[in-house]
C-alpha cells in the first residue's frame, strides 16, 4: 500500500501553493508535516485526501491513478484541528457514524466502535455525550471516528493544537502506539519541531510550498540538506553567522577560530556559514574548547525551569535557551559560548556542506 505524489502542484489564481512536488508514502508509517503556517502542510494534505485537484501532476494510490477522483470514493480519513464531533449523538454513536453511512451491519458496527474505543481508551464513555467529556477525550473521540473507517490514508491537521499542554503530551504518546496497530499510512501536520521528534516516524519539512527534505525524522533533524531545513526543525529557528575557512581554521570573527576536523577539513577555503541550535548556546563554558562571542541582551523569557535569551551580535540576532532561571540585565553586554562540535556548516547558497560532529555521533 503506497501513496504516491507525481510532479504534484497546485496554483490559486496565479498565486503556487505548492510547487512541483514528489512523495512516497508507505503503508503503516507515521508520516509528519513540519513547516510554520502557510508553509503548504493544509494544501498538501487537501491533495492528498482529493478533496483539491493539482494543477499539474499525478496521485497515485496502490498504483493506481487517483487524480481527480472524488474523496467520498477514497478510503480517507481526516481529522481537523477543530474537532468535531455530533453533540446530539452518544460518544458511540459519534464513532459509529461513518459506518453506519456506508450500510455495515450492526455486528460489524458494534465489533469496530469497540476497537476503536479501546485503542482510543474511550470504552467506559460510550454511552456519553461528547460535551460530557474533557478537550482530550473529544479529541480521541474524533480520532476513533476517524480510524473506525479502516481508512488506508488518515490525515492529521494539527488534531492536538487547540489542547492544553498535559493532554497534547499524553495523546502524543498515545498516538504512534495507536497508528502502528491500525496498520494505515498516517499523515501529521505540525508546526512544533518537538512533536515531529516526539512522534517519530518520517518527516517532510516545508518551506513556502517546497518540501525541502523527507527522511526518518532523526536524520532531518541531525542532517538537514540546507539551512533553511535547518531553520524549520528547530524551535526557536538556527542561528546562523557568516564564516570563513583558512587552511586548518575556521574563523568566526571577532577573533574566534577553531581547527576544522573531520568533514570540515575536506572543504575548500572560502566563506561559509554556519548554525547552531539555541540549546547550544551556554552563558558559561561548558568545554575547553568553546569559542567565546561577546553579545548585547536584548530580551528574557522565562519558562519556569529554563530561559531564552534574545541576543545582538553585530546586528545578527540570536536566541538562546539556557538552562535554569537566571537573573541577567537588558541591554548589558553578555559573553556566551559555543561548543564548535555543535556547530553546521553551510555553503554560501544554504547547502549542507557539513553537519556538526555531535549529529554525526548520535
Same mark, same amino acid.
Given at each position: 500500500?503506497?501513496?504516491?505524489?507525481?510532479?504534484?502542484?497546485?496554483?490559486?489564481?496565479?498565486?503556487?501553493?505548492?510547487?512541483?512536488?514528489?512523495?512516497? !508514502?508507505? +503503508?503503516?508509517?507515521?508520516? %509528519? /508535516? &513540519?513547516?510554520?503556517? @502557510?508553509?503548504?502542510?493544509?494544501?498538501?494534505? #487537501?491533495?492528498?485526501?482529493?478533496?483539491?485537484?493539482?494543477?499539474?501532476?499525478?496521485?497515485?494510490?496502490?498504483?493506481?491513478?487517483?487524480?481527480?477522483?472524488?474523496?467520498?470514493?477514497?478510503?480517507?480519513?481526516?481529522?481537523?484541528?477543530?474537532?468535531?464531533?455530533?453533540?446530539?449523538?452518544?460518544?458511540?454513536?459519534?464513532?459509529?457514524?461513518?459506518?453506519?453511512?456506508?450500510?455495515?451491519?450492526?455486528?460489524?458496527?458494534?465489533?469496530?466502535?469497540?476497537?476503536?474505543?479501546?485503542?482510543?481508551?474511550?470504552?467506559?464513555?460510550?454511552?456519553?455525550?461528547?460535551?460530557?467529556?474533557?478537550?482530550?477525550?473529544?479529541?480521541?473521540?474524533?480520532?476513533?471516528?476517524? !480510524?473506525? +473507517?479502516?481508512?488506508?490514508? %488518515? /490525515? &492529521?491537521?494539527?488534531? @492536538?493544537?487547540?489542547?492544553?499542554?498535559?493532554? #497534547?503530551?499524553?495523546?502524543?504518546?498515545?498516538?504512534?502506539?495507536?497508528?502502528?496497530?491500525?496498520?494505515?499510512?498516517?499523515?501529521?501536520?505540525?508546526?512544533?519541531?518537538?512533536?515531529?521528534?516526539?512522534?517519530?516516524?518520517?518527516?517532510?519539512?516545508?518551506?513556502?510550498?517546497?518540501?525541502?527534505?523527507?527522511?526518518?525524522?532523526?536524520?532531518?533533524?541531525?542532517?538537514?540538506?540546507?539551512?533553511?531545513?535547518?531553520?524549520?526543525?528547530?524551535?526557536?529557528?538556527?542561528?546562523?553567522?557568516?564564516?570563513?575557512?583558512?587552511?586548518?581554521?575556521?574563523?568566526?570573527?571577532?577573533?574566534?577560530?577553531?581547527?576544522?576536523?573531520?568533514?570540515?577539513?575536506?572543504?575548500?577555503?572560502?566563506?561559509?556559514?554556519?548554525?547552531?541550535?539555541?540549546?547550544?548556546?551556554?552563558?558559561?563554558?561548558?568545554?575547553?574548547?568553546?569559542?567565546?562571542?561577546?553579545?548585547?541582551?536584548?530580551?528574557?523569557?522565562?519558562?519556569?525551569?529554563?530561559?531564552?535569551?534574545?541576543?545582538?551580535?553585530?546586528?545578527?540576532?540570536?536566541?538562546?535557551?539556557?538552562?535554569?532561571?537566571?537573573?541577567?540585565?537588558?541591554?548589558?553586554?553578555?559573553?556566551?559560548?559555543?561548543?564548535?562540535?555543535?556547530?553546521?556548516?553551510?555553503?554560501?547558497?544554504?547547502?549542507?556542506?557539513?553537519?556538526?560532529?555531535?549529529?554525526?555521533?548520535?
Amino acid at each position: 500500500m503506497t501513496l504516491e505524489l507525481r510532479g504534484v502542484s497546485k496554483s490559486v489564481e496565479g498565486a503556487v501553493h505548492i510547487h512541483p512536488t514528489d512523495l512516497t !508514502l508507505k +503503508k503503516g508509517t507515521m508520516n %509528519v /508535516l &513540519l513547516g510554520p503556517t @502557510l508553509s503548504g502542510k493544509t494544501s498538501l494534505m #487537501r491533495l492528498m485526501a482529493g478533496l483539491d485537484v493539482p494543477t499539474e501532476g499525478t496521485i497515485h494510490w496502490e498504483g493506481k491513478d487517483v487524480t481527480g477522483m472524488r474523496v467520498q470514493e477514497r478510503k480517507v480519513a481526516m481529522v481537523y484541528q477543530q474537532f468535531i464531533n455530533y453533540p446530539s449523538m452518544t460518544v458511540y454513536e459519534n464513532i459509529a457514524s461513518p459506518l453506519k453511512l456506508i450500510g455495515k451491519s450492526a455486528s460489524e458496527i458494534d465489533a469496530a466502535v469497540k476497537k476503536s474505543a479501546d485503542l482510543m481508551q474511550l470504552t467506559p464513555m460510550l454511552d456519553r455525550k461528547p460535551l460530557e467529556l474533557s478537550g482530550g477525550q473529544q479529541q480521541r473521540c474524533a480520532l476513533a471516528r476517524a !480510524l473506525v +473507517k479502516d481508512a488506508g490514508l %488518515v /490525515l &492529521l491537521d494539527e488534531p @492536538l493544537a487547540n489542547l492544553d499542554y498535559k493532554l #497534547r503530551e499524553e495523546l502524543r504518546v498515545e498516538i504512534p502506539k495507536i497508528f502502528e496497530e491500525a496498520g494505515s499510512i498516517f499523515v501529521y501536520a505540525t508546526t512544533e519541531p518537538e512533536e515531529a521528534l516526539l512522534l517519530g516516524g518520517n518527516t517532510a519539512a516545508l518551506w513556502e510550498g517546497r518540501v525541502r527534505q523527507f527522511d526518518l525524522t532523526p536524520t532531518v533533524y541531525r542532517r538537514p540538506t540546507d539551512a533553511t531545513t535547518a531553520r524549520v526543525f528547530s524551535d526557536p529557528p538556527m542561528n546562523f553567522l557568516n564564516v570563513s575557512k583558512t587552511g586548518p581554521k575556521i574563523m568566526f570573527g571577532g577573533g574566534q577560530s577553531s581547527i576544522a576536523t573531520g568533514l570540515i577539513a575536506d572543504l575548500t577555503d572560502g566563506r561559509y556559514i554556519a548554525g547552531f541550535r539555541a540549546n547550544h548556546i551556554e552563558i558559561t563554558a561548558q568545554t575547553s574548547g568553546a569559542m567565546s562571542f561577546d553579545t548585547k541582551l536584548i530580551v528574557t523569557e522565562l519558562t519556569g525551569s529554563e530561559t531564552f535569551v534574545h541576543l545582538d551580535h553585530g546586528g545578527e540576532k540570536w536566541v538562546g535557551l539556557i538552562h535554569g532561571v537566571h537573573n541577567l540585565q537588558l541591554g548589558a553586554s553578555l559573553p556566551i559560548y559555543i561548543d564548535p562540535s555543535h556547530v553546521y556548516l553551510f555553503n554560501e547558497n544554504g547547502d549542507l556542506v557539513a553537519p556538526a560532529s555531535y549529529a554525526l555521533a548520535a
